[in-house]
């Protein structure tokens, strides 16, 4: 195996040879989520290397938690669950992979084409984040497991993964349980960006933007009732669950 590296002016990706054009694919759409997210974020993190593993094993070997987290992942999900952020470094499958992981339906080939994005949106969030910067890392891990629903669903949702996973949604609410609301850990990458969406489209960008920069120290749900403009929480809850089942009929 011949590791190369290709570089832009952000970023560096590290693959095999034979990889070398789905890496130059992948650094221009981090370089335009880059761009993209500059205008909402004071930072957006340059000089990060993204890693193009060949397999899941070998992904797995760089974070021994990613198949727990696969696992803990709804299964209508798990299939977009392809890789991890790091201070520096993205780890994701090649592009090759990732299609091969791709469901029959509309936009799952859409959505696994944007993980490198959604990987690096995480990572911008992070670092814009005042509760997750200068923090133990329990402390850390602990956070970003009780507010999964809002970083993982920005992520995805900035990446721009929340506009095509309409078929995924619907397989969801016909296979699962009633989601909570906010979603819980295992709803998270799939629904967490829902919610973010049903803001932006209620309050702007920007109110989706603000959202992610604290950890409201009262909990999830005080942080939704002030986003949302004051509005009572289940009235929002309501209006989610309509978001939701439109979503989910536009999927079918």
Same mark, same amino acid.
């Given at each position: ?42 930072? /957006? ?20 938690? $990613?198949?727990?987290?696969? $696992? ?39 959505? $696994? ?28 891990? $602990? ?69 992610? /920069? ?39």
């Amino acid at each position: 195996m011949t590791w190369e590296q290709s570089v832009s002016a952000s970023f560096t990706a590290r693959h095999e040879s034979s990889d070398a054009d789905d890496a130059h694919r992948v650094l221009q759409s981090l370089e335009q989520t880059r761009e993209r997210l500059a205008g909402l974020f004071a930072r /957006t993190p340059e000089d990060v290397t993204v890693v193009l593993h060949g397999s899941m094993v070998g992904l797995s070997l760089t974070n021994p938690l $990613l198949p727990a987290r696969w $696992l803990m992942t709804a299964p209508s999900a798990r299939r977009y669950v392809a890789g991890w952020a790091g201070q520096r470094e993205l780890h994701v499958l090649t592009p090759s992979v990732l299609r091969s992981r791709a469901s029959n339906v509309p936009g799952s080939r859409e959505m $696994l084409a944007l993980s490198a994005a959604c990987l690096y949106a995480r990572r911008v969030l992070a670092e814009n984040n005042r509760d997750l910067l200068r923090v133990m890392p329990l402390i850390r891990v $602990l956070r970003e497991l009780h507010w999964a629903w809002m970083l993982e669903g920005a992520a995805r949702w900035f990446a721009g993964q929340t506009e095509h996973a309409r078929p995924a949604i619907a397989r969801r609410l016909r296979e699962g349980g009633q989601p909570t609301f906010p979603p819980g850990l295992r709803d998270a990458p799939l629904l967490g960006g829902t919610v973010i969406d049903l803001l932006a489209r209620e309050q702007g960008q920007r109110a989706a933007a603000d959202l992610c /920069t604290r950890l409201d120290p009262q909990g999830p749900r005080a942080a939704l009732h002030k986003a949302f403009g004051g509005r009572p929480l289940v009235d929002t809850e309501a209006a989610w669950r309509s978001h939701l089942a439109r979503l989910a009929s536009a999927g079918v």
